[in-house]
């Protein structure tokens, strides 16, 4: 059986909404694999974003708790918090948010200058193979104004494995793309699964969920549904 990277427990997330408080995550219980491609869908304002925010430590939850790789989370102080973020977690949203007075190689170098465990010549080295892996070998010295929506997703995507995490969290990362674009990120993203890391993305986008090896739908802050598809590698966990 696979490991289990990512498992919540009983998360609740309340925020206030004027005079009382909404909830908009409602006990969920759910467990991710290594290795494993998992897709997180529902309506607009089901919850699901919230549920990877709360995932991936940039929310913490009302009650309950998140254990990243076998470490509870939920009692961690805001820079334990941070720290784990850096070395276990890399994230693609659906806006770069690239600097853009930084090139490609500068932007994919960041998270290994916070993280500082190597050279300045030695995160040179590791962020043109990523860069290059990604089909962009020729473009490192080049500003995000200078590339192309896919090609800027691209050195997002580099930057988040830039620190070697386990698991990738993409928030709509192909929401701001086009067909070829959006097919390109989603190999990628499938590749990194493929390759030992967990990759958990919420997407709108019924095709790239229906390639995932679990899609699990979110209604109004629960688990309405697990489907584990045909090429599924991960077993299915227990529901909430």
Do not use: W
């Amino acid at each position: 059986m696979s490991e289990v990277v990512v498992q919540t427990e009983h998360l609740l997330r309340r925020v206030e909404s004027g005079d009382t408080m909404a909830t908009i995550v409602n006990g969920i219980d759910l467990t991710v694999y290594e290795g494993e491609f998992l897709a997180i869908t529902g309506p607009s304002g089901s919850g699901k974003s919230s549920l990877l925010y709360l995932i991936g430590l940039l929310d913490a939850p009302t009650a309950g708790d998140v254990h990243i790789c076998g470490q509870a989370t939920s009692a961690m102080s805001e820079s334990e918090r941070a720290d784990m973020r850096l070395a276990k977690l890399g994230f693609v949203f659906q806006f770069h948010f690239l600097l853009p007075e930084f090139t490609a190689l500068e932007n994919v170098m960041l998270p290994m200058r916070t993280l500082g465990k190597l050279s300045m010549a030695e995160m040179r080295e590791k962020g043109t193979k990523l860069l290059t892996a990604l089909g962009l070998g020729d473009q490192v010295n080049r500003k995000p104004g200078q590339l192309s929506g896919g090609q800027r997703q691209r050195v997002a995507i580099a930057r988040a494995l830039s620190n070697d995490p386990a698991i990738i969290i993409a928030d709509e990362p192909t929401g701001a793309l086009d067909t070829i674009a959006t097919d390109q990120v989603f190999k990628i993203l499938r590749d990194v699964a493929n390759s030992g890391r967990t990759v958990i993305v919420v997407t709108h986008d019924v095709k790239l969920a229906a390639k995932a090896d679990r899609r699990v739908n979110v209604v109004d802050g629960k688990i309405s549904e697990i489907v584990v598809n045909e090429a599924a590698k991960a077993p299915a966990p227990a529901t909430n």
